[in-house]
């Protein structure tokens, strides 16, 4: 081995490759500059590569740049040599050379061969292109059908809220009806135990029967008010309400009934403008809630109770009929009870739902709120997770900026009547003849009437009424509005006292009364209709002074 590349590497017995050239100079120059311009091409080749592979390195071929630049270096030498054989004859390490080339081109041949496919695969610009636009109309289209998702979404959301408000609606009319019927059986109830107590009060057994029947009427009486105030029916009186005066005040009413293990943290939002409400029955719907509060934590916990200005979206509003977006005086009650359960949450404002066991609850509770917030044109927001609390939000209207003079309150009257001609119109036989026998006991002189137009006939008959006293929905053609509108073309200044188990809109505007009306709502207790008489009959006295003399 040794002594071959000993005979390969002597060249002493070889002549230059010039003398093949006969050193013709032209000659020699030809081949020594084109061979120096191959080489230098060839060996700035491995320089281009190696910046190449250097700046991409995501490159997926970048491998195969070492292999061939090793290849393309091998090549470019060749080269050299060419140019010095013509003068030295080292074709020994010429062929040694060239057998080196031989083997890096075979190994960067074998190397690129197999990988011609994958190197095919490769997209070209113009796939790449085609591949962006695919791409580009895909996205265009997922993000379509995610806004048709969450369009179709929003009326899956829309259409639970109207599906829900209409069964509440509903829901309503009907507790509506059997409320008005129940309140004509309760007012004779109410308003005769009365007497019926006086008259046998040395019999202590039937005392005791006449206190069972008044307490049970006025259970039935509250029950009919709750439901009144869930079909959106009580008559109103809303006025300008300092909401967080009213809470401070409520709050202190509740402290006692609440307990000591629950603890009433109030936080009012300073400068609060006021809202337009009834602040009775406000009162009445925060103690509802703080009841169900307490009832939610028996071990003791928290109630949180905010005062605040907020302000209800379109999207909030949408679906509730009558509720416009815009501010609000918002107060929210939160506890940190049991919670209630999701299947549950779209019950609790229908009347009669509760989980309390028999006797511990009605089920009026919020269905009452709801009614009366509804009605006060405002709106309420439930939200509750088992195990974690209930937060309920009352939104309630803001007054006007510049609030109408409070109407004052009437002084206390006498209780009796001085033989002052009622004429009752009332077109239930049986509370008509009840209250007739009432008024006589309060010592009034009566005339009765069934309908408003029998009513209208006794006014022009000429005969002498000191107060009409009508039921506000009669059946006919004549309600007791447009009633009391004709009997004071007929009679001007004749004072009008009007009485329902609800109002129906017709002496009111959506329940809530017109100033200067007055109204007896039913059932009524004796006393009540005694005042009301009183306060009647005052009102016109003093209306009649003021009409000038003619
Ligand atoms: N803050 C609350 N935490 C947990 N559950 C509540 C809360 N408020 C209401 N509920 C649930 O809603 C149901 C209905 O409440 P609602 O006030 O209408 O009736 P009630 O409290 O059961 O009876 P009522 O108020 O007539 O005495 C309750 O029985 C209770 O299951
Ligand atoms: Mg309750």
Known sequence: MWSFLERLLDSSTFSPHGICLLWEPELIWLHVISDAII??????IPFALAILVSKRRDFQFGWMAWPFAAFILACGLTHVFSIYTLWVPIYGLEGLLKALTAIASIFTAVLLWPLIPKILAIPTEA???EAHIALAEEERQRQHSEFLLERFREAEVNENKIRQAQKMEAVGQLTGGIAHDFNNILTVITGTIDILAEAVTHNRQLTEITALIRDAAERGASLT???????????????????NALMVDTIELLRPTIGDHVDIDFHPMPDLPRALVDSNQLVTAIINLALNARDAMPKGGQLRIETRTAELKPSDVHGHDGLAAGDYIAIALIDNGQGIAEADLAKVFEPFFTTKD???????????????????????????????????????????????????????PEARG????????????????????????LGYTTLSANSGAEALAVLDSGAPVDLLFTDVIMPGAMNGRELATEAERRRPGLRVLFT?????????????????????????????LARMLRVALRERRTRLAQVPAE
């Open 358 to 412: 028999v006797g511990k609850g009605t089920g009026l509770g919020l269905s009452m709120v709801y009614g009366f917030v509804k009605q006060s044109n405002g709106h309420i927001v439930l939200d509750s997770e088992l195990g974690r609390g209930t937060r309920v939000m009352l939104y309630l209207p803001r007054a006007a900026a510049v609030s109408p003079a409070a109407v004052p309150e009437p002084r206390q």
């Open 225 to 243: 008010r709750h439901l009144l105030a869930f079909a959106r029916k009580q008559p109103l009186q809303p006025s300008d309400v300092d909401v």
């Open 500 to 528: 329902s188990g609800y109002t129906e809109n017709a002496i009111d505007q959506d329940g809530k009364l017109e100033q200067g009306i007055l109204f007896l709502g039913k059932p009524y207790s004796r006393a009540q």
């Open 418 to 441: 001085a033989q002052e001609i009622v004429l009752v119109v009332e077109d239930d036989r049986l509370v008509r003849s009840y209250v007739l026998t009432q008024i006589e006991s």
């Open 127 to 129: 796939q790449l292109r």
């Open 39 to 44: 080489a230098a091409s060839y060996f700035s």
